[in-house]
Structures are given as structure tokens and as C-alpha cells.
């Protein structure tokens, strides 16, 4: 019998996040010894102030939904190393294209179990992580080797969601000028994915690694899945719950950003009226989306989870400004528990 979302909340705040702590012990100690001092300041950084990522993400791999227990494995290390190369390439000391795209050339090893080793800092001007990047990667591609069918079902789409989320880093921490032409790029070449989205929500859309997550998910619990149900899944998280994802992010980050003069897909909407409409249009549609699914009470709980998750951040305020209490009705009561929930037990 699918769960109920209070009971998916117990068994996120019992079960996953607990797991989550452990699971990341090993991989801060690891940190902990890269020997150059940068590299290890934004590893640490990043496990410190992201491990909300990885939090959030476990929601996808819980007992419920993969009790394997393999695309968690995955996850974490995963997580960790998309959060690590974010923070290292955010206002860092290189924007060079070149230098982005070897850096994450990281992430399309880490989801192919027989690539060969890669010098991932070879444009870097900081080079000794003590093997730090590489053994995230071989954590991932040892996951990924015991699930089943994986590289003939699930790696095709993995690599295109791996090639979606790094032309966005790149874009994104690339020289100021040439970010909005790189992601409209994007948005143009993947013209067949927009479904009414602007070129910013779109972008944001591949920002997210949930996709990949509910894919391998999937896959790790039901080695019988076919490529048809697989494909149907990554077109729910991709691009409605990722953009939805992504753009709260942003949404909570918009003040931080613009005093740094980042990127902010969310300032590209005309006010703020604009961005709730949208917002609200995005939350709608996943649920529309995820309603002909076997387990769409998972999907709606992962939807509202992620209004509830990020609206409840203290950088937005308290009381929240009508414009977070707009969006968050949109979940009505469940999203409302969710709220209160998620202000008590968060770590970010």
C-alpha cells in the first residue's frame, strides 16, 4: 500500500536524515585531509553548509522507495561532489570554460561504472585534493555496478541529465558576459524539453539532480522496470519537480546573490508577483504530471516537501512576506505541517 505523507515525514526524519548523518561521517573525515588548504576549505564548506542537499535528495532512496539501499549509496557521495565542485567554481579563482568543463568531468565518470581516470584539475590552479574528487567517483561507479540492468537502462539517461546539469555549471560560473548567451543556448537546443517554460526555468531545470536520483531509485527497486516507465519518470522530475526544485533555491538565495552579483534565475521575472505566479503554475503542473503514476502520492509528497523545505528558510523572514505565504497555500494543510516540520528539524 503507497505511504501517506505523514508517514513519509516520519520516515524521513526516523530513518533518512539519521542515515544521511552517517553516511557523510566518512566523507568529512575524507575531507579533512585534502592537503591543499582551498580545496579542503570549500570540501568542508561544502559538506557543512550543502549536506541539506543531501538530505533532501535521500528523500528519493528512502526504506520506502529503494530498500536495496543502492541508489542511496550512490547518492551521497554524488551529492557530495556536485555541492563540492559548485562551491570550488562559485567565485572562484578560475572562470575559464575549460577549467569548469574538467572539473566536472568528475560527474560523467562518477555515472559511468568502467570510465577511465581523469586529471580533474588539470586547468586548476589548486591541484592536491589527496585523491578527494577520485574517490567520490569510484564510491559512485561501485554503486552503481551492482544495480541491475543499469548501464543499458538507466546510464543513457543519466549521462544526458549529467550533460544538462554541467553546461549549466559551466554557463553559470563562466564569465559574466557570456552566461545568459551559453543558457539560451541551451534552452534552444533542447527546444523539444521547454513545455511552455521560459529560458531560466529551463535552465533551472537542469540544475537539479533529483532526476537522476528518482531514476536510479527506481531502477535499484524494480530491476524489471522497462526503458518506457523509466523515460516517464524522468520527464515528471525533469523539467517540472527539478525546476520547481531549483528555482526555490534561488528564490531563497535572491538577496545573498544579488549582493554578490550571481546569476538568479528567480530576478528574471518581471516582480515578484510575476515569480509566484510561475512558481505556483510549476508546483500545479507536477502534480497534474505526477497524477497518472502508480505512486503519485510519493510525487505530490516530494512536491510539497519542496515548498515546504525551502519557504520555511529564515533568509526569507518571519512572519513570510505574502509572497511566500502565497505559494506555500498552494499545498495547503499538508504543505503547512511540512512547513512547521521542516523550520523545526533542518540543519541548513
Known amino acids: 500500500m503507497e505511504r501517506r505523507w505523514w508517514q513519509l515525514a516520519l520516515e524521513y ?13 566518512p566523507i568529512r573525515a575524507a575531507a579533512e585531509s585534502i592537503p591543499d588548504a582551498a580545496l579542503r576549505q570549500a570540501a568542508l564548506s561544502s559538506i557543512d553548509s550543502k549536506r541539506f542537499h543531501c538530505e533532501g535528495g ?18 551521497i557521495p554524488y551529492q557530495t561532489l ?28 562518477a555515472v559511468q561504472p568502467a570510465a577511465p581516470d581523469h586529471d580533474y584539475y588539470r586547468h586548476h590552479p589548486h591541484r592536491q585534493d589527496g585523491g578527494y574528487a577520485r574517490w567520490l567517483v569510484r564510491l559512485c561507479q561501485r554503486s552503481l555496478g551492482e544495480i541491475e540492468g543499469y548501464e543499458r537502462l538507466a546510464m543513457p539517461w543519466m549521462l544526458d541529465l549529467v550533460d544538462r ?21 541551451l534552452f534552444a537546443r533542447h527546444r523539444g524539453d521547454h513545455l511552455g517554460l521560459f529560458w531560466w526555468e529551463f535552465a533551472a531545470a537542469c540544475g537539479s539532480t533529483l532526476p537522476m536520483f528518482a531514476v536510479l531509485a527506481k531502477l ?35 538577496e545573498e546573490d ?39 502520492r510519493f510525487h505530490h509528497y516530494v ?18 512576506p505574502p509572497m511566500v505565504r502565497g505559494l506555500l497555500a498552494q499545498g495547503g494543510l499538508e504543505a503547512a505541517i511540512l512547513w512547521i516540520l521542516s523550520g523545526l528539524s533542518r540543519s541548513r
Do not use: M
Not at 58 to 75: E, I, N, Q
Open 165 to 185: 546539469y554541467v553546461c549549466l555549471q559551466v554557463a553559470k560560473h563562466g564569465p559574466p558576459d557570456s552566461r545568459v548567451p551559453a543558457l539560451r543556448a
Open 258 to 296: 544579488r549582493q554578490h552579483g550571481d546569476l538568479n534565475f528567480v530576478a528574471y521575472y518581471a516582480d515578484a508577483e510575476q515569480a509566484r505566479e510561475r512558481l505556483s503554475w510549476l508546483y500545479r503542473r507536477c502534480l497534474e504530471e505526477a497524477a497518472g503514476y502508480p505512486d503519485a
Open 58 to 75: 535521500a528523500v528519493l532512496a528512502g526504506p520506502s522507495r529503494d530498500a536495496s539501499g543502492r541508489s542511496f549509496d550512490f547518492l
Open 13 to 25: 526524519l526516523t530513518g533518512v536524515r539519521p542515515r544521511v548523518t552517517q553516511a557523510l561521517i
Open 303 to 320: 512536491a510539497t516537501g519542496l515548498l515546504a523545505f525551502y519557504l520555511c528558510d529564515r533568509k526569507l523572514g518571519f512572519p513570510p
Open 220 to 254: 535499484a527497486s524494480q530491476p524489471a522496470a522497462s526503458e518506457v516507465e523509466l523515460e516517464r519518470l524522468v520527464r515528471l522530475y525533469h523539467p517540472w519537480i527539478g525546476g520547481l526544485h531549483i528555482l526555490l533555491d534561488y528564490l531563497v538565495d535572491g
Open 82 to 109: 556536485c555541492d563540492y565542485l559548485d562551491t570550488l567554481t562559485d567565485r572562484g579563482p578560475s572562470k575559464d570554460p575549460e577549467n569548469l568543463r574538467q572539473l566536472h568531468q568528475a560527474l560523467f565518470d
